[in-house]
């Protein structure tokens, strides 16, 4: 086989490709679209575009994510899914303005997870799906403002307690790994994390009067329920319930 035979050399990408290559979102964010462009490599001229606040470069051929990354302070949006990345550099914890990180369906095994991410304190979004990490850093559960991690299609047997407990969670996707759970319970704590977010507790003498009104019609309402129950456990067979065995008929 001839020397360098199978390796994808990728497409050149000059600094005026790259300028004429930004967009401004919605929300008036300098986004830079380099996706589908046959990229191997990072090209270093990038960083006379350090200052942009978004960075697409998926569905590419990139190996390697540059140390340099770092450089790109203003950076809150990068997207790197779909290339052939080993490893996430520990320079990357320095992006403290990251707020989505996706770098699904690469080639990242635990050692690719730099304990650094954890440094990423304003992180909403983090996906790590279609990868082969087999265990994740702990520390990852410093990550307060994390609200939706994606784990699916990995090799994971367990999640760390610590992301479980993240405060503002509210999905987290460990589809398709070989956790010892059922999917009942990934569905029922995923679940849990939805309802507990909207959970606010006060003393009731600091509530205004309609409010205070609201809730103790509320706690009547609940009374009746509990009675309604405890009667019914007491009868299960009355009350119209449905006997063992029988049919039940769906009413609308």
């Avoid at 490599?41 to 994510?65: G, H, T, V, W």
Wanted: charged fraction near 30%; proline fraction near 5%; glycine fraction near 4%.
């Amino acid at each position: 086989m001839a020397k360098g035979k199978g390796k994808i050399k990728g497409k050149k990408i000059t600094l005026k490709t790259a300028k004429n290559s930004i967009r401004i979102t919605f929300d008036g964010k300098r986004r830079l679209d380099l996706s589908k462009m046959g990229i191997a490599a990072i090209p270093k001229c990038l960083l006379k575009l350090c200052d942009i606040e978004e960075l697409d470069l998926s569905r590419n051929f990139i190996r390697k994510i540059p140390e340099w990354i770092q450089k790109f302070q203003n950076l809150r949006w990068l997207d790197l899914h779909s290339n052939q990345i080993e490893k996430v550099p520990e320079s990357i914890g320095q992006l403290q303005n990251l707020l989505y990180l996706n770098v699904c369906n690469n080639k990242l095994t635990a050692n690719g997870v730099p304990m650094e991410l954890s440094q990423l304190k304003n992180l909403r979004q983090l996906n790590l799906g279609l990868n082969s990490i087999d265990m994740l850093p702990t520390t990852l559960g410093s990550l307060k403002e994390l609200k939706e991690v994606c784990l699916f299609d990995n090799q994971l047997t367990s999640v760390p307690p610590s992301i479980l407990k993240l405060p503002k969670l509210k999905k987290i996707n460990t589809k398709r790994n070989p956790i010892q759970k059922t999917e009942e319970n990934t569905e029922e704590e995923q679940e849990t994390i939805q309802r507990v977010k909207c959970l606010h507790l006060v003393n009731e003498k600091d509530l205004c009067s309609p409010c205070r009104a609201k809730c103790q019609m509320e706690k009547t309402k609940l009374k009746k329920l509990k009675n309604l129950l405890n009667s019914a456990m007491k009868n299960p067979f009355s009350n119209n319930l449905v006997a063992p065995n029988s049919t039940a008929k769906e009413t609308m």
